[in-house]
C-alpha cells in the first residue's frame, strides 16, 4: 500500500478510506426512484421511536394520523441532517485549507465533502417527496451553526462532527433493517449509513490525534462546546412545528416528547455509543455534562 511523505496511521487509513470510497458511493439522483408511489399505511419511522410513541397524545392520533407523524418526524430529521451538513462541510474545507494536499488525509476530507454534498442533495430531495416542509434551525442554532462553521477546530470540531452523524446512524441502521418501512426511506438510510461508516471511521482517528495534542485550556473550552452542540442536535431531530402537521400544537406536542420516558429512551439510545467514545476520551466532564443531562442524550 502506497504512503504519503508525511506517513503514520492516519495515511494508511485515509488510503483504506478512500479506496472504500471508489469501490461503494452512490448517487442519489440515480440510485433511488424518486417517482415511486409511497406504500399505503406504511411508516416512516419504528412507531417506538416516534418522539410521542407512549404518551395519550399517540393513542389518540389513530393509525392515519400516526404514519402522518412519522413522515413529519422523518422530514425533520433530515432538515437537520441538511443543517449540519452543511456546517460539516464547511469545517472540512477549512480543516483542509491548511492541510497538505498531497496527504491522503486531506484527500480524504474532500471527498467526504463530496459525499456530504450528495447527502445534502438527497435529504433536500427526500423532504420534497414526502411534501413536506423545511423545519429550519431556531435563530439561537443558527448562529451556533454560523460559530462552529467559522471556528471549530481541534477535538471540538470532530467531536461534533461524530455526534450528529453518530446519532442519526442509530435511527437509519434500526431503519434500514425494518422491512415493514417505507422503501424509500430505507434506501436512503441504507445510502447514507455505508458512506457515513467511513466517515466515522475518519473522524474517530482525527478526534484521538487532537485530543493527544489539546492542551488543558483547549480541552476544557472542548466539553462545553460539545455539550451544547449535543444539546442542539438532539433538540433539532424533531421540531415543534412537526406537531402541527397532525392537529397537536407545537409547544404542547414539544412538552409531551420531553416528558416522554420512551423518546428520552430513544435519545440515550441513539447516543449511547458516541457519548461512551467521548467520554472515554475526556471529552464529556463539568459544565459540558450537564448540557448532555438537560438534551435528555444521558
Known amino acids: 500500500?502506497?504512503?504519503?511523505?508525511?506517513?503514520?496511521?492516519?495515511?494508511?487509513?485515509?488510503?483504506?478510506?478512500?479506496?472504500?470510497?471508489?469501490?461503494?458511493?452512490?448517487?442519489?439522483?440515480?440510485?433511488?426512484?424518486?417517482?415511486?408511489?409511497?406504500?399505503?399505511?406504511?411508516?416512516w419511522l419504528p412507531p417506538h421511536r416516534s418522539s410521542l410513541y407512549g404518551t395519550p397524545l399517540w393513542e389518540h392520533l389513530g393509525e392515519e394520523r400516526?404514519?402522518?407523524?412519522?413522515?413529519?418526524?422523518?422530514?425533520s430529521a433530515a432538515s437537520a441532517g441538511v443543517w449540519f451538513e452543511t456546517i460539516l462541510?464547511?469545517?472540512l474545507i477549512r480543516h483542509y485549507y491548511d492541510d497538505d494536499?498531497?496527504?491522503?488525509?486531506?484527500q480524504y476530507a474532500l471527498t467526504e465533502v463530496a459525499d456530504e454534498c450528495r447527502h445534502s442533495i438527497m435529504f433536500g430531495r427526500l423532504i420534497e417527496a414526502l411534501g413536506c416542509p423545511v423545519y429550519r434551525a431556531s435563530p439561537a442554532d443558527h448562529l451556533l451553526g454560523r460559530f462552529l462553521k467559522a471556528t471549530a477546530t481541534g477535538p471540538r470540531m470532530f467531536a461534533a462532527i461524530l455526534i450528529a452523524e453518530e446519532v442519526l446512524d442509530a435511527f437509519q441502521r434500526e431503519i434500514m433493517a425494518d422491512e415493514s418501512l417505507q422503501p424509500l426511506i430505507r434506501m436512503v438510510s441504507r445510502i447514507h449509513v455505508v458512506e457515513e461508516a467511513r466517515h466515522v471511521r475518519f473522524a474517530r482517528e482525527e478526534l484521538a490525534r487532537q485530543v493527544e495534542a489539546a492542551?488543558?485550556?483547549?480541552?476544557?473550552?472542548a466539553r462545553l462546546l460539545i455539550g451544547r452542540s449535543a444539546g442542539a442536535i438532539a433538540n433539532r431531530l424533531v421540531h415543534p412545528d412537526a406537531y402541527a402537521a397532525v392537529g397537536i400544537p407545537p409547544a404542547v406536542g414539544r412538552a409531551a416528547a420531553r416528558a416522554n420516558p420512551h423518546w428520552r429512551a430513544t435519545l440515550r439510545w441513539s447516543a449511547k455509543r458516541v457519548y461512551d467514545d467521548l467520554a472515554s476520551l475526556g471529552l464529556v466532564g463539568g459544565p459540558g455534562r450537564l448540557l448532555w443531562t438537560r438534551a435528555g442524550l444521558i
Open 89 to 91: 462541510m464547511q469545517m
Open 101 to 106: 494536499p498531497t496527504s491522503r488525509r486531506a
Open 66 to 75: 400516526r404514519i402522518e407523524l412519522t413522515k413529519h418526524e422523518v422530514a
Open 1 to 43: 500500500m502506497a504512503v504519503t511523505p508525511t506517513g503514520g496511521e492516519g495515511e494508511v487509513l485515509a488510503e483504506r478510506l478512500l479506496a472504500a470510497s471508489l469501490r461503494t458511493s452512490y448517487d442519489p439522483a440515480v440510485d433511488l426512484d424518486w417517482d415511486a408511489p409511497h406504500l399505503p399505511g406504511a411508516y
Open 215 to 221: 492542551g488543558p485550556l483547549a480541552m476544557a473550552y
